[in-house]
Every structure is written in C-alpha cells, then in structure tokens.
Nanobody
Framework: VQLQASGGGLVQTGSSLRLSCAAS????????MGWFRQAPGKEREFVSAVSLSGHSTYVSDSMKGRFAIDRDNAKNTVYLQMNSLKPEDTAVYSC????????????????????WGQGTQVTVSS
C-alpha cells in the first residue's frame, strides 16, 4: 500500500486542521493506521492510531482531548482531526500502516508500522 498525507499548513494558535492520508494499493482495511510527528531536532513521536475497523482508537496522552483519529475504509483514507492547536504542535506529520499487533500498547510503537507515507508540514504560529 502507498500512503499520501495531505492537509497540513500554516495556522494560528487555537486553530483546527484535519489531516488526510489516502492509501492505494493493497486492501486498506487489512492495516492498522497511525499518525506520527517529528519536530526539528526531536525524535519521531506517536500521535494517534486506529484499529482495522476504526472501533478502537489510541491517542497520545499529551494530545487527548484535542486530537482525534478516524478512518473511512470505503474511501481508503485515515484522518487526523487536530483542534486547539499550539505552537508546540508544529512538526511534520506522517501516516503509517502496519499489521494488527497482538497487544494494544504496540499501537504506540514506531516499530509496529512498516509502511510510511511522506509527511505533511503543520506550522502553528503564536
């Protein structure tokens, strides 16, 4: 499967953005999907993930209440809704796909995902 992220941009503090990640190729619903971000000079950070069906979602504690993930298997797309954006949310956001892990904690791990899309830049100005 190939992944194409979009929806990033330059916004002001407190704004919202909805990122999209479109998948093509093999069956989208066979993969769990995740969003990660990487700010300049920092390590890649888990943002959110969603199970095959979309019934289970996982969000980083630092983003709970502001970010939400969902997927539309009919459209082969996963979304990341980001609200109340802060300057510290500035980063390149990437989507990733992986096989369903045996334990929930593994959704948070970079190593669970073996397919990565290019990132989309999100910049939040103060």
């Amino acid at each position: 499967v190939q992944l194409q992220a979009s929806g990033g941009g330059l916004v002001q503090t407190g704004s919202s953005l909805r990122l999209s990640c479109a998948a093509s190729g093999r069956t989208f619903s066979d993969y769990i999907m995740g969003w990660f971000r990487q700010a300049p000079g920092k390590e890649r950070e888990f943002v959110s993930a969603v199970s095959l069906s979309g019934h289970s979602t996982y969000v980083s504690d630092s983003m709970k209440g502001r970010f939400a993930i969902d997927r539309d298997n009919a459209k082969n797309t996963v979304y990341l809704q980001m609200n109340s954006l802060k300057p510290e949310d500035t980063a390149v956001y990437s989507c990733a796909a992986g096989s369903p892990p045996p334990y929930p904690y593994m959704y948070y791990r970079t190593s669970t995902y073996h397919l990565w899309g290019q990132g989309t830049q999100v910049t939040v100005s103060s």
